[in-house]
């Protein structure tokens, strides 16, 4: 059984920066993917950035987010800088190997 938990959500102003954190513990592939979705209220789930071999961002946070991982903690990183009010989501954590994993969310609010 693999679970993810992730920490690091919260409220900041627009400019500001959060960092996430999601360790996965059980059974996990040494090769796999990490990486971080967003889902904002009536909008569908969207990928921010994923990193296996190498990194892949979407176009909106590119420049902004840094992802990076610890393979000996198997923990995933989303470090998030000059966030925007439209970074505001519950942010998911997400292992794919064999299966496709998600932890339960943690919530990104960006005032203005």
């Known amino acids: 059984q693999v679970q993810l938990v992730e920490s690091g959500g919260g409220l900041v102003q627009a400019g500001g920066s959060l960092r996430l954190s999601c360790a996965a513990s059980?059974?996990?592939?040494?090769?796999?993917?990490m990486g971080w979705y967003r889902q904002a209220p009536g909008k569908q789930r969207e990928l921010v950035a994923t990193?296996?071999?190498?990194?892949n961002y979407a176009d909106s946070v590119k420049g902004r987010f840094t992802i990076s991982r610890d393979n000996a903690k198997n923990t995933v990183y989303l470090q998030m800088n000059s966030l925007k009010p439209e970074d505001t989501a519950v942010y998911y954590c997400?292992?794919?190997?064999?299966?496709?994993?998600w932890g339960q969310g943690t919530q990104v609010t960006v005032s203005s």
């Open positions: 997400n292992l794919l190997t064999y299966m496709n994993y």
């Open positions: 059980g059974a996990i592939s040494s090769i796999n993917t």
């Open positions: 990193i296996s071999s190498g990194t």
